[in-house]
């Protein structure tokens, strides 16, 4: 038992402190919250687009179609937009809050939490099958988002520019990575050096730059305040989200690496782009940054447990350095 908590601590800890050193770093004024949000555009334009275009190109359609990981994430994303929309509806909340507490259910921050800890969990292995998850993930989770949004104003005499979202949605640079991905896997970036080399530099940066814009944006006396108002979005996304795919993944009877790389991304807290959807389709802004702090701070126990107990049944197995 303890040498299973040793393990666990091992992948948890070093994302903990490179986010802890960008919150530090904040806290004594080295990085400012302005800073931050060209950090965020290069791991988002530029890095994590360049790792996923690395790693789908090095797979093979197979592979994909043999994995269970990428369609339990669209079962299980979809399940649980309609269970979080649902319980708005129970809770009676207005309609500008029901699709925010709808996308934070379901919607993962698989790019800046979910890889990292993927990565120290399960190695570059991991990252390989998590890239083939994104791939249909990111833009399920946005068809998704854009549904759950639009529906509280669909009765309402305000136009809520549906056309433009969608169009967000296919031009949205992970998705077109992704899509890039899959034809450079006819035409393997290792044939072409250049090619090959600056995406293998690119996807190595990319990481640590969105763990450190994490900690510059973490806010941990606010998280713990706003809990009360955001607890059920909070208990969907990190803990109810991995349940459900660690059922489906074992009625599956799906491989280690496959389960467990799932299980982490489902179990990553609310995407930040959750909280620009919500200002662009008249969604509650507020509430929708509100779950990404307090997913984001609670994610890191969370996914401490989820590992331990993944560990504690042998379904994990640390990687060995």
Known sequence: MFQSVLETLYVILPVLLIVASGYLANRMGWIKESAVDSLTKIVFYIGLPSLLIDEISRTTLSELFE???????????????????LSAQLYRLPSNQK????????????????LPIVLNA??????????????????????????????????????????KMFKGVITNPLVLACVVGVLFSFVRPD?????????????????????????????????IQL??????????????APLLGGILLYALKAQAMDFVSTVLLLASPAAVMSYVMAAEMKGDSRLAANLVLVTTFFS????????????????WIPVKS
């Open 191 to 223: 044939s072409l050096p250049i090619v090959d080399n600056t995406l293998e530099s690119l996807k190595h940066m990319t990481l640590p730059i969105a763990l450190l814009a994490v900690g510059v944006k973490l806010e941990i006396r606010k998280s």
């Open 300 to 315: 890191f126990f969370s996914f401490t447990l989820i590992l331990l107990i993944l560990r504690l049944l042998g379904i």
């Open 67 to 85: 994995m269970k990981g990428p369609y339990v994430v669209l079962v299980v994303a979809s399940i649980m937009a309609l269970l979080g929309y």
């Open 227 to 240: 809990i009360k108002e955001s607890y059920l979005p909070v208990i969907y996304k990190l803990l109810v």
């Open 99 to 114: 699709g925010v507490w709808a996308q934070a259910s379901f919607r993962s921050n698989m790019g800046f939490i979910g």
């Open 122 to 163: 399960l190695g570059d292995e991991g990252i390989r099958y998590s890239s083939l998850i994104l791939a249909l993930g990111v833009p399920a989770f946005n068809i998704l988002a854009v549904i759950v949004l639009y529906l509280p104003h669909k009765e309402s005499s305000g136009q809520i520019p549906i056309n």
